[in-house]
């Protein structure tokens, strides 16, 4: 009897370990990369960590403006011709908090909005259609980026920015992270924060940082738009008193 109840509780306690295995993790796989022509439509002189300005030109009254954002990504639809079809990632409650915050000192940035896939109407995700989305909606400024994991601790991301109106590429823009080992803590590695130690969420910081001083840059090279006063608005010739409280 005493050899059986040691039988039923080492199969018992087998058990419960099994019960309290996690699933294995899958193994790393890269996802299509997005290449800078899919963002731009066209050959563009491809920045690498940090930003290039495509047209030096200054320009008037592109600031205040509103900026459109969209982050593309791609598919492969058949594997023996490499076709690949472009699509917008579906997180636009986590673009808007994000990019809201990353130009909340901007005071020429009226505001941050994303455009994805509805927006299109059913189009294909092409830069030119993103654009026009961008304009319909507002948008005087817009960014179509990207984010690529060429290995498994590395992330970069990409991205044009465009006025609008001539939907003419303004910049490119390029940041790149690698993961970093957690910090000790007192509860261990295990509870380390991703925000800090993992490539994908770094590169974000880096590249919203990237964009923000691009912006800067163009804002610097804008002259302000001339105000005229009305036809028809007559100014006093002389400043007139209004006493109050009244008598």
């Not at 490499?82 to 908090?97: D, K, S, T, V």
Request: aromatic share 8%; with cysteine; glycine share 6%.
């Amino acid at each position: 009897m005493a050899a059986q109840r040691v039988i039923v509780a080492v199969a018992v306690l087998t058990g419960l370990l099994g019960g309290c295995a996690g699933p294995r993790p899958q193994p790393w796989a890269p996802a299509p990369q997005v290449h800078w022509e899919e963002l731009a439509g066209t050959a563009v002189p491809a920045a690498e960590d940090g930003y290039v300005i495509l047209s030096p030109e200054p320009t008037q009254g592109r600031f205040p403006a509103a900026i459109g954002v969209s982050r593309v990504g791609v598919e492969i639809v058949n594997a023996e011709t490499a076709e690949r079809r472009p699509y917008l990632c579906p997180r636009p409650r986590n673009e808007f908090l994000s990019w809201n915050s990353a130009f909340d000192d901007q005071m020429a940035v009226s505001e941050v909005f994303p455009v994805w896939q509805r927006d299109l109407g059913g189009a294909e995700a092409t830069p030119g259609q993103i654009v026009a989305a961008f304009r319909a909606l507002g948008a005087k400024v817009g960014l179509i980026y990207a984010q690529n994991a060429p290995s498994e601790t590395e992330a970069e991301m990409l991205g044009v920015i465009y006025d609008t109106d001539t939907t003419t590429p303004l910049a490119t823009v390029h940041a790149r992270a690698h993961s970093v080992p957690p910090r000790e803590r007192p509860r261990g590695p295990r509870h380390a924060i991703p925000w800090e130690t993992d490539a994908r969420a770094l590169v974000r910081v880096e590249f919203q940082n990237e964009v923000a001083r691009c912006l800067r840059e163009l804002l610097k090279r804008d002259v302000p738009q001339t105000v005229d006063v009305p036809a028809g608005w007559v100014m006093p010739e002389t400043p007139r008193w209004i006493q109050w409280p009244p008598q």
